[in-house]
């Protein structure tokens, strides 16, 4: 397997452009993986000597990279930030690692989908500049603001991996931990994620340290045998737990089997918090998403941009979903009739914890 690693400051087109070249290679056959680093570090509070998480994030990338190559991955695209003071870290594959350069202008164009307030995009901008002045000469610079996509992809593509295979050393343990797994699902657009993170907010704004992960975002992989979104959180949540992070906040899609999750963390205390929200709030959800305003731009989001009938379908799913039987263990959080932060709350109360700040 070989890697191709794209990193550069906010609004570059790194998500973008990995994304793209990974549908590009899966359309033409080729074993693809594809993994967003920034996915791999949701720790907090930050280690004391790994304040940017840093360190975290690469060797979860070491981790994560194996088990792609396991599954049959040849090449694997890896997108997300990376620390431009350093030369691209080792991951155990042959790797191409490309700083993606784009002026301040394109830059302020490729943010406005994320609708940050004026001051936030400025300080990015302006934070970014300097970044990308200074980044090591072991990135290779790629200027990507004169070219579409699909010439960007096209170029990308062409770089080729070289370096052997190699055995990177890492001090975090391969046993299982222990601690305590929060899951939380729900039938599509019930809200599941934006829980999981207020209830990984509430817990980092008290200081205690603790994961997220999205499952889903730890499963792309195409044109190979079945890769385990849930194996891949379970080794991020020991990756987390050898710097002393005792929980785990996942969110999952509704499709993933509890037993298989039980399976993953044998030792660990698993708490199932499934939510129910009706078909009005379901689809209020999905028009919000499709048009980009329901949180974070992720990876995948088959409603970013969807017409109205796909928002339809997508919502037909979810009640097909939300029909099926309360499963063994799971826990279910009414959420149409409660605030979000109601919700948080009734997870936290039964899951034990700190509450949602103020």
């Not at 431009?84 to 690692?97: A, E, I, K, L, R």
């Not at 301040?104 to 490729?110: F, H, I, L, P, S």
């Not at 689809?283 to 017409?307: E, I, N, T």
Request: hydrophobic share 45%; glycine share 8%.
């Amino acid at each position: 397997m070989d890697v191709l690693r794209l990193a550069g400051v906010p609004g570059v087109g790194k998500s973008a452009v990995a994304w793209a070249v990974a549908q590009r290679l899966a359309s033409d056959g080729v074993p693809t993986g594809y993994l967003d680093i920034d996915q791999l570090g949701m720790c907090y509070p930050a280690p004391p000597d790994d304040p940017d998480r840093w360190a975290l994030k690469e060797t979860a990338l070491v981790r994560l990279a194996a088990r792609f190559r396991d599954a049959g991955v040849e090449r694997l695209i890896v997108s997300g930030v990376a620390d431009p003071t350093q030369p691209p870290p080792m991951n155990g594959h042959p790797t191409v690692s490309l700083w993606l350069d784009a002026d301040e202008e394109t830059r302020r164009e490729r943010l406005a989908p994320r609708r940050w307030e004026r001051d936030q995009v400025d300080a990015a901008l302006a934070a970014g500049t300097l970044e990308a002045r200074t980044a090591h000469p072991g990135w290779e610079r790629f200027d990507t603001e004169r070219s579409t996509i699909e010439e960007i992809v096209e170029s990308v593509i062409d770089h080729r991996a070289v370096g052997a295979q190699t055995t990177v050393e890492t001090v975090f343990p391969d046993r299982h931990v222990t601690g305590r797994v929060i899951w939380v699902t729900g039938p599509r657009c019930s809200g599941a994620s934006r829980v999981g993170w207020e209830v990984a907010r509430a817990r980092w704004g008290a200081g205690e340290r603790t994961g997220f992960v999205d499952v889903a975002q730890l499963s792309f992989a195409w044109n190979v045998r079945r890769l385990s979104g849930v194996d891949n959180a379970a080794a991020l949540h020991r990756v987390f737990a050898a710097v002393d992070a005792q929980t785990l906040i996942a969110v999952a899609p509704f499709e993933v089997d509890p037993a298989e999750v039980r399976a993953a963390f044998p030792r660990a205390d698993v708490r199932f918090f499934r939510l129910d929200a009706d078909e009005r709030t379901r689809r209020d959800h999905a028009v919000r998403r499709s048009a980009g305003a329901d949180g974070a731009l992720l990876a995948g989001d088959d409603l970013l941009g969807a017409s109205a009938a796909e928002i339809e379908r997508i919502v037909a799913i979810g009640e097909g979903q939300r029909a099926f039987p309360l499963r063994a263990g799971e826990t279910l959080i009414d959420a149409p009739t409660s605030s979000v932060r109601q919700a948080v709350d009734r997870v936290i109360e039964s899951a034990g914890g700190a509450s949602l700040p103020e």
